[in-house]
């Protein structure tokens, strides 16, 4: 199993400011924060996938995976 960092997932208590200071994935140039809701959280349980629109630019998946396939991979 890949570790958070290895999967571009970590646990973080707070949105840093990218203009004053570095992340665990070191500089970026952009950041978007995104809220899910129950429904949406319903979706993932359902199997289906957010699409989520990055600044216009970029579309990153969200997936629900169970105990089971996260030791898959």
Not at 3 to 20: A, F, P, Q
Not at 34 to 60: M, N, P, S, V, W
Request: overall charge negative; some cysteine.
């Amino acid at each position: 199993m890949k570790s958070d960092l290895e999967r571009g997932i970590v646990v973080t208590d707070k949105v840093v400011d990218i203009d004053e200071e570095d992340n665990v994935f070191g500089k970026r140039w952009g950041s978007q924060t995104f809220c899910l809701t129950e429904d949406d959280i319903d979706i993932l349980r359902q199997g289906k996938h957010l699409a989520l629109d990055i600044q216009e630019e970029y579309i990153a998946y969200l997936k629900l995976v169970s105990k089971t396939e996260e030791h898959n991979d």
